[in-house]
């Protein structure tokens, strides 16, 4: 049992064998640029992926899911009144809800519907890298397109900031991810450089996270544990563990197979990755 936090309540082992158990349903309403990698890293974890993102549709097979995502990187007019549905029937059926609000800060578009998404729906889990967490808060931040440029001191006080103002956990990711709620945060010591070279690492770390808040019930240990172990398989392609790599493509490639082989790797406890920080 980790010593993390007495209510922290499993290990990084238990955490993986839970999704394995549970091979939870989950339901991407996401973007078109990484749709094939969130789906696969999805039944890389031991998940069932599904991308229904049709506005006829999605509430019936969110209502059947097991987890939801809703990533806005493409988002279109009906994908924004589709992710709404989706995330109402999230809602409406208890199921563990993720958003991913790509690119907010960026144009006053992306803004308007990320406000909605945090603001209309009930959101278990936040994740965006420092300058889309920063942007949605209000606070200054430079999101050029979809990613985060510049510095971020105060992103631990921020990502708490946000999930006072959202109700969610809040996965603040980059060199060192944030896992923050409204009264606590923790610094995720897991990664590697090479993953900030791969489009779709923030995507696939989202749906990683929706796999976990579906095979657990807490959505903090569930943030902890899926975003350790993300950042684990990040370290382990990035050691070759899963195949040597000539550059960022072929890493993507040796990432996603460390994805699925993690479970049978020996892995380190999470209180050696995770730390909990005192934020002002
Ligand atoms: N320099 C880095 N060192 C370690 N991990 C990184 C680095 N850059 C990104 N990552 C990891 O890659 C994943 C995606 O993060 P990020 O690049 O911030 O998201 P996005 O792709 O949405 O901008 C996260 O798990 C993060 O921890
Ligand atoms: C480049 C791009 N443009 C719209 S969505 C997208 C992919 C973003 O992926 P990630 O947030 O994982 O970098
Ligand atoms: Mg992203």
Redesign the pocket.
């Given at each position: 049992m980790s010593s993390l936090d007495p209510e922290f309540g499993l290990s990084l082992d238990e955490a993986l064998t839970a999704v394995a158990d549970n091979q939870p349903l989950v339901n991407s309403v996401t973007n078109n640029v990484t749709v094939n990698d969130v789906a696969n890293i999805t039944l890389h974890w031991g998940g069932l992926p599904v991308m229904s993102d049709d506005e006829r549709e999605v509430a019936d097979m969110v209502a059947i899911a097991d987890g939801c995502l809703l990533n806005m990187g493409t988002v279109s007019e009906t994908g924004e009144a589709t992710m709404l549905a989706a995330g109402a029937a999230a809602g409406d059926h208890d199921v563990p809800l993720v958003v991913d609000p790509?690119g907010v800060g960026a144009t006053p578009t992306r803004s308007r519907v990320a406000e909605r998404l945090v603001t209309e729906l009930d959101v278990d889990v936040l994740n965006?890298?420092?300058g889309?967490i920063s942007a949605l808060v209000g606070e200054n931040a430079e999101v050029r397109g979809?990613?985060?440029v510049g510095e971020y001191a105060e992103i631990a006080a921020t990502a708490v900031e946000c999930a006072r103002q959202t109700g969610a956990v809040v996965v603040a990711?980059?060199?060192t991810?944030i896992v923050a709620t409204e009264d606590a945060a923790y610094e995720v010591h897991a990664?590697?450089?090479m993953?900030?070279e791969v489009v779709?690492?923030?995507?696939m770390?989202g749906v990683t996270l929706a796999v976990f808040a579906a095979a657990i019930d807490d959505p903090l240990d569930a943030a902890l544990a899926g975003?350790a172990a993300?950042?684990l398989a990040?370290e382990l392609a990035a050691d070759g563990v899963f195949g040597d790599y000539h550059g960022p493509a072929s890493y993507r490639v040796s990432f996603l197979d460390a994805a699925a082989g993690l479970a049978g790797e020996e892995l380190s406890d999470l209180s050696d990755r995770v730390e909990r920080i005192e934020v002002r």
């Open positions: 790509v965006g890298n420092y889309e979809v990613e985060s990711s980059g060199e991810d990664g590697h450089s993953m900030g779709g690492t923030g995507c770390l975003t993300y950042g990040g």
